[in-house]
Every structure is written in C-alpha cells, then in structure tokens.
C-alpha cells in the first residue's frame, strides 16, 4: 500500500493547533509563592467560619437523609425478604395439597373403576336370569 505524499502547505480550511500553555497556578500555590500573604481581616475570618459551619450543616443534613433512605431501604427490603418467604411457604403449601388432591382423585377414580366392574357383573347376573 502506498501513502499519498503530504503536501507541507497547510490548508486554508484547518487551524493549527497552538502549543499547551502551563495552567495557571491555583489559589494555595499562588500563597505559597507569596512571601509575605496579607492577613485576612476579622470579620472576613467570620464570614468564612459562618459558611463553612453551614456547608458542615448542609453537609450534616445531607448525610442524615442519606442514612434515613438506608434505613428506609433496609426495612423495605427485609419486608420483602418476609414476604417472599410466606409466598415460598404457600407455594410449597399447594405442592402439598395438589399432591393429596391428585392422590385422591386417583384413588376415586379407582374406586369408580370397581364400581362400575361390579355394576357390570350385577346386571350379567341378573340379566342371566
């Protein structure tokens, strides 16, 4: 198989790509880097402690939530667990009655099947004489 030949002039259609430039520096390394950080004032300190104690409350909220569904989820699923078992107990419960029902439809059927034999030989006999 042979390649085409590529051709060094670049499409007008296609854009070539810029070089990947370094990301810029994030927030804890841009202090790191600076000598000397200018003190956050008091009440900006208040006002950090006051949201982050309210993302820990909206986190606190979330995760009791969360473990109520668990609990929620827990109980619904042993319910089910207690109620597949009846299901089993009753299923296996009309196994049982089917069997004794086609048992003593059997033994009916055997029993029409002499009746019907001796009724056959009474009306022989009485029919003979």
Do not use: W, Y
Request: glycine share 0%; with cysteine.
């Amino acid at each position: 198989m042979t390649v085409p030949p590529v051709s060094p002039v670049a499409e007008p259609d296609k854009v070539e790509a810029s070089p990947v430039e370094p990301a810029a520096p994030t927030t804890a390394e841009a202090q790191a880097e600076t000598p000397n950080p200018i003190p956050a004032s008091p009440q900006q300190l208040e006002a950090e402690l006051a949201e982050a104690r309210s993302e820990v409350v909206r986190h606190h909220t979330l995760f009791k939530k969360a473990v109520e569904e668990c609990e929620r989820l827990n109980a619904n699923a042993t319910h089910i667990q207690a109620e597949l078992k009846t299901f089993q107990a009753d299923r296996q419960q009309l196994k049982t009655d089917l069997a004794h029902s086609r048992h003593a439809v059997a033994t009916a059927e055997a029993r029409v099947s002499e009746l019907v034999d001796a009724f056959s030989a009474l009306q022989q006999e009485h029919g003979a004489f």
